[in-house]
């Protein structure tokens, strides 16, 4: 995907300057928004407005608007012709779609602030970037206690992501039948019940640390399957011995939390109790493995989200090395599904 | 420059996600330059490097360099091809070219913090980004006492943009063999000196608000050119009357610091008391008389360090508008140059 540099020298040194005032661009693309001022255009449509109209229309001044509007202008947001402004396609995703607004809601609510000390970050080996939201050495406790905004940013696009591909990859899962299923990182207990509510026969077991467990008992309790789904406490980075009667072991955005080195060493201990025929399944995003080079853009940057405010050394893998994290495990690939949901992919494996 | 919308619906949402995500760019960007990355390619050129390679030439590990790496080819930054990474022409100019550096460091350390609240300046008619550096009503009085990095930069840009065109420019003004000149906001005296030190015979007398006056009385004292330029302290949006002896009314990037309605108001004053044949010169950076887009770009996203860090209302305008608020005035365009310097433009201009 990014094996040639394809710009010309001028259109180099133009996106150079795209990059050196980038955060001007999305600040200004976020105003646009929020301000009323791309619905007003949008709902001008060809008839375009004046600055004089699109002031009138918004809630702050001319000056403001007119700002905006240039930089609008240069960032191809919008365009102008004899002195009226019209939306542009970019403008249009911006306001109506719903992966750009969760991905920049994402973006300013919970990432831009923290972002300023990336360099830390990377150096420290730690999400110097929730700094900006208190003291916590990762997100994840913190995330009930974040500002209102970014916890709701953050759920939206944790549910945007994570939770689109469970329907397009249930059957690819339950074309094996399996009776027992694990559900390694269960988290919340949102796969188990999915599949219990799939299967009438299958019974899962959710292994997580202990403190996730109690959070998902209770969900799965509220739900009625405690008669289905088990539990069994673990740290996967331990060395606790592992249950091996399961069919399938889920792993489902799991492994993505996790060094190479870490990777390798969960499947390793996995591979070491897997009773014969059984199969690893493992569903990721992988930026290499996507149809758009818009969502390989993504991923990647959201990579530097893990750096900087999740955990400081996870991040979305590419494919390509990933699968040879697997080969290093003692697995073997058997079968590769992408384009499940938004752009994940279904890796399913068996033991060498 | 921006009558039309050329992007096709999938250009589009994939340039969506790359301003949903711009932040996450920039800050890459900047780490590979600050972290030696870039250099360290830079200087494998054609043989290019290994990740584990580059990890060993860096002061990061593996994992930081992969995530910079990743987001570096989604930014067209770097390209890699069979496990080798390689500087591509945008690395290069972030790397080597003075104004990238000068434009990324400035909305670094100057503006990328006081950014997030653009929303609220707009609003609010003030640069409200600048409570990150402390309690001040203009970044004006606050230089002196900003964070080293922040001063620095800031300075770095001026000194680009603001001087650049003044060898340029000289012959143009002195074409008029002027006996007088006023600098209008004259600021630190720098144009005055110049002036000075180009002509033997034209006297010079700044006009500034009292406080720059006696900073310029200093550094013209240093020059030892007291004797040839004088000093008139006063408010030009005031009604204490004006001198009207000058042979060239001189105003070098500063009407852009005043709204429409103010500029309007200054040079209705001035055009009050100019003396029949006297002309008033204007250099300015417009956006629209700009031979690059990526010149165009910079000048809009730097209109926004004005809404949010130096006043709340100045910018940087277009020269379609600024004419007519020369007309407006009582004025009219003798002469047009563009492209001085760093793009800068002159305008000549007499009274109606």
Redesign the interface.
């Known amino acids: 995907?990014?094996?040639?540099?394809?710009?010309?020298?001028?259109?180099?040194?133009?996106?150079?300057?795209?990059?050196?005032?980038?955060?001007?661009?999305?600040?200004?693309?976020?105003?646009l928004r929020?301000?009323g001022v791309l619905d007003y255009l949008d709902k001008q449509g060809k008839r375009g407005a004046t600055l004089r109209d699109i002031t009138n229309n918004s809630?702050?001044?001319e000056?403001?608007v007119?700002?905006?509007l240039?930089?609008g202008?240069?960032?191809?947001?919008?365009?102008?012709?004899e002195d009226h402004y019209?939306i542009?396609?970019?403008g249009?995703?911006?306001l109506h779609?719903t992966?750009?607004r969760v991905?920049?809601d994402f973006?300013?609510d919970v990432?831009?602030?923290g972002?300023?000390s990336?360099?830390e970050a990377?150096?420290a080996?730690k999400p110097t970037g929730l700094k900006v939201f208190g003291e916590w050495p990762t997100i994840y406790p913190a995330l009930s206690q974040l500002p209102h905004a970014a916890r709701e940013s953050w759920f939206a696009f944790d549910h945007y992501y994570s939770d689109g591909a469970f329907d397009a990859v249930l059957p690819h899962i339950f074309a094996y039948q399996p009776g027992s299923l694990y559900d390694v990182g269960g988290n919340t207990g949102k796969w188990a019940l999915r599949c219990c509510q799939h299967d009438n026969d299958v019974s899962v077991t959710l292994l997580d640390l202990p403190q996730q467990i109690a959070l998902a008992r209770e969900n799965i309790e509220a739900a009625g399957l405690s008669h289905r789904i088990g539990f069994h406490a673990v740290d996967m980075l331990g060395d606790a011995p592992l249950p091996g009667e399961a069919d399938i072991w889920w792993m489902s955005q799991f492994l993505d939390c996790f060094?190479p080195e870490q990777i390798i060493a969960i499947l390793n201990r996995v591979a070491g109790v897997m009773k014969p025929g059984a199969r690893l399944c493992i569903m990721e995003l992988f930026?290499d493995a996507q149809k758009?080079?818009?969502?390989?853009?993504?991923l990647?940057?959201?990579?530097?989200?893990?750096?900087c405010m999740a955990n400081g050394?996870s991040?979305f893998y590419?494919v390509e090395k990933f699968c040879h994290y697997l080969e290093m495990a003692g697995f073997r690939l058997e079968k590769r599904v992408d384009n499940l949901g938004i752009g994940h992919t279904l890796l399913i494996c068996q033991k060498f």
Not at 1 to 30: C, G, N, V, W
Not at 73 to 81: A, D
Not at 292 to 298: I, K, R, V
């Open positions: 995907m990014y094996e040639h540099d394809k710009l010309s020298a001028l259109d180099a040194i133009t996106e150079a300057q795209r990059i050196a005032f980038a955060p001007m661009l999305f600040q200004t693309a976020l105003c929020n301000t809630n702050i001044n000056y403001a007119s700002v905006l240039d930089m202008l240069s960032g191809r947001i919008v365009t102008c012709k019209y542009a396609k970019v249009h995703f911006l779609d992966m750009t991905n920049m973006t300013q990432c831009y602030q972002l300023f990336l360099e990377l150096k080996g060094s930026w758009f080079e818009a969502a390989a853009f993504s990647n940057a959201s990579s530097l989200y893990f750096t050394n991040r590419s």
